[in-house]
């Protein structure tokens, strides 16, 4: 069984940095296309990011190009997401997800950037930006 458990959630000042961590275990790490997703309460998840399983290819919800980076260390089973120049805007909880690589071509398939194209889900970690 795949477990995704996200760390690095906290309170930052706007204008300020967190780098959020998704450790994966269970499977070869390697083996898998990452997203980033966030929540605002009462809304679904929406999709902030994702790298796909070699970590050549990523991409990024609009609102964030140029402001989050998504990355990953597969000898380490663990992916990230460093998050610079964070608005009030921004506070949300944010959820790292998984899916075996054959599920979908990562370049070729929209479903990457969908709650739908993810198996496995981390807990959340939440971000507040104050204001």
């Known amino acids: 069984q795949v477990q995704l458990v996200e760390s690095g959630g906290g309170l930052v000042p706007n204008g300020g940095s967190l780098r959020l961590s998704c450790v994966v275990s269970?499977?070869?790490?390697?083996?898998?296309?990452m997203g980033w997703f966030r929540q605002f309460p009462g809304l679904v998840r929406e999709f902030v990011g994702a790298i796909d399983w070699s970590g050549s290819n990523t991409d990024y919800a609009e609102f964030v190009k140029g402001r989050f980076t998504i990355s990953r260390d597969n000898a380490q089973n663990t992916g990230y997401l460093q998050m610079d120049s964070l608005k009030p805007e921004d506070t949300a909880v944010y959820y790292c997800?998984?899916?075996?690589?054959?599920?979908?071509?990562?370049?070729?398939?929209?479903?990457?950037?969908?709650?739908?194209?993810?198996?496995?889900w981390g807990h959340g970690t939440p971000v507040t930006v104050a204001a």
């Open positions: 997800a998984a899916q075996d690589s054959s599920s979908f071509h990562f370049t070729g398939s929209q479903i990457r950037t969908s709650i739908d194209g993810y198996t496995y």
């Open positions: 269970g499977r070869p790490f390697s083996n898998y296309h």
